[in-house]
Nanobody
């Protein structure tokens, strides 16, 4: 059973940077696809970023339009950890962020919650002006 533990959330000023981490255990991390979602109170979880597999063990990241050019989705297979680097942050980026794991390698980034099998506990990100 895969377990995901998130860390790195906190308070950051507008224009600043923050990096979230998602440590995985209980599975073969290198075989898994990692995605990121955000959720505001009373709303559904919303797609932030995902991995699209374009070759043998080669992936490219896709992003929601609102974060393109500012956020970077990456992974370190040796550490079984995924990262979401957030730069030039805006007040609209304040939310609870969740990492998610998909046991499949898809040729299009999965953008809906039902495409994922496991979820992190969520970490709060707050952007101040």
């Amino acid at each position: 059973q895969v377990q995901l533990v998130e860390s790195g959330g906190g308070l950051v000023q507008a224009g600043g940077s923050l990096r979230l981490s998602c440590a995985a255990s209980g599975g073969t991390f290198s075989r898994l696809s990692m995605g990121w979602f955000r959720q505001a109170p009373g709303k559904e979880r919303e797609f932030v970023s995902g991995h699209r597999w374009i070759g043998s063990n080669v992936y490219s990241s896709d992003y929601a339009e609102s974060v393109k050019g500012r956020f970077t989705n990456s992974r370190d297979n040796a550490k079984n950890t995924a990262y979401l680097a957030m730069n030039k942050m805006k007040s609209e980026n304040s939310d609870v962020y969740y990492c998610a794991e998909d046991e499949r390698r898809r040729n299009q980034s999965p953008t809906v919650t039902t495409d994922y099998n496991y979820w992190g506990q969520g970490t709060q990100v707050t952007v101040s002006s």
